[in-house]
């Protein structure tokens, strides 16, 4: 059975940084891991994906040249790092893992990621 726990969130003013990190456990190999966020009261969307050797990375255009995912497979943790943060990246950070099958079958409990401006 797989896991992921995300930790890292918190309070952050508008420009400052935040890194999240989730570590996960299980059988997790070759897997791709990506991140979404949900902000109050929308649906929840596409942050960053991350293949698993690291080498192909991708990032929704509202968060490109802000936000950089990477990984560390021997800590078996994918982290998101958030730059320049601004208010309307409030929301609750979600880590997940894409099964053989294509979808993001295993899901965190998710952080809070909260911008104050």
């Known amino acids: 059975q797989v896991q992921l726990v995300e930790s890292g969130g918190g309070l952050v003013q508008a420009g400052g940084s935040l890194r999240l990190s989730c570590a996960a456990s299980g059988r997790t190999f070759g897997r791709r891991m990506a991140w979404f966020r949900q902000p109050p009261g929308k649906e929840r969307e596409f942050v960053a994906i991350i293949s698993w050797s690291g080498g192909s990375t991708s990032v929704a255009n509202s968060v490109k040249d802000r936000f950089t995912i990477s990984r560390d497979n021997a800590k078996n943790t994918v982290y998101l790092q958030m730059n320049s943060v601004k208010p309307e990246d409030t929301a609750v950070y979600y880590c997940?893992?894409?099964?053989?099958?294509?979808?993001?079958?295993?899901w965190g409990q998710g952080t809070q990621v909260t911008v104050s401006s």
């Open positions: 997940a893992m894409q099964r053989e099958q294509g979808d993001y079958g295993y």
